[in-house]
């Protein structure tokens, strides 16, 4: 046990040459793929996004009438997420809220369009397709945009992203499927004032884990006190970047002061030839 009474963390640790971050100062959709395909853990693409799209996007966001205030962890928001919901309540928030999502990000040099477009391109050279996922032809939510507003030492608790995916309330999903292969986090980064790096633990915990903590299905949240002792990376985020990481490990927001805005959506292959993103 932990001295706090946490009994320690189990799962799976990554070698060290694994677990990091890579930076790059242009845009390169092959290594999303590498990502994807689980050789590379995440990689960061910094100020990619032109300033005039990010302050369209900040604008329309915040004057949006579709904006809502998330309790819980608490944010701002434009879109739903499939996270803890039956699959139908997922699917019907998803078509209502799709046109306010779209008119956030239709934008001139949109960083959602052309990031899924080079992207589309990238797997279709792998003989792959990207589309949103679906369950009897109802559609995810294309983005989730929010701004986090936590007080805190962490203005998103550490959590990971695939146990959602195993939700039962959700069986049948095409995001169940991804479980098979890696589940990767997109976050395009519009607005960021101050703190709220990305934290990340080399940990991918196991069902033993998830049990003993009550989190089977929703992956969240980890006690920090369970992670001192994983390595972990904080990488400071700045407006205009554009980040993708191996969702299966823990991780966090740290605590932030002022808006900090993204557009995100979750990114995995489903079977060898379709990659599908959601919410």
């Known amino acids: 046990m932990t001295s706090q009474g946490f009994a320690p963390l189990t799962g799976v640790r990554m070698d060290r040459q694994f677990f990091r971050f ?3 100062l242009e845009f390169d959709p092959a290594l999303v793929v590498d990502v994807l395909q689980g050789r590379r853990f995440g990689v960061i693409f910094r100020d990619v996004i032109p300033v005039a799209a990010q302050k369209e996007m900040v604008a329309k966001f915040w004057n949006s009438p579709a ?3 998330r309790t819980g962890e608490p944010s701002y928001h434009v879109g739903t997420y499939h996270w803890n919901k039956p699959i139908d309540t997922y699917l019907a928030e998803s078509a209502a809220e799709t046109p306010h999502v779209m ?5 001139t040099d949109s960083p959602w369009h052309w990031f899924r ?5 990238e797997l279709a050279r792998e003989g792959a397709s990207l589309r949103l996922a679906e369950m009897s ?3 995810a939510c294309p983005a989730l945009i929010r701004a ?7 203005s998103l608790e550490p959590h990971e992203d695939a146990a959602q995916c195993r939700d039962p309330q959700q069986a049948g999903f095409e ?3 991804v479980l098979d292969y890696e589940i990767c986090a997109v976050n395009m980064c519009i607005e960021h004032e101050e703190g709220g790096r990305l934290v990340l633990w080399n940990i991918r915990p196991d069902d ?4 003993r903590l009550d989190i089977e299905h929703t992956g969240f949240s980890y006690p920090p006190e369970t992670l001192t002792d994983f390595e972990q990376i904080r990488l400071d985020i700045r407006p205009g970047d554009i980040y993708v990481f191996n969702g299966r490990h823990v991780h966090a927001v740290d605590a932030s002061r002022g808006n900090r805005t993204a557009v995100s959506f979750l990114l995995g292959y489903i079977d060898d030839r379709t990659v599908v993103t959601w919410t």
């Open 103 to 107: 008119d956030v990000l239709d934008v």
């Open 175 to 177: 995001a169940q499927q």
């Open 208 to 211: 033993e884990t998830r049990r």
């Open 67 to 69: 904006l809502r205030r």
């Open 137 to 139: 032809g109802a559609k």
């Open 148 to 154: 986090w507003n936590k007080e805190g030492d962490f």
């Open 117 to 121: 477009s080079v992207l589309a391109e």
């Open 22 to 24: 890579e930076e790059y």
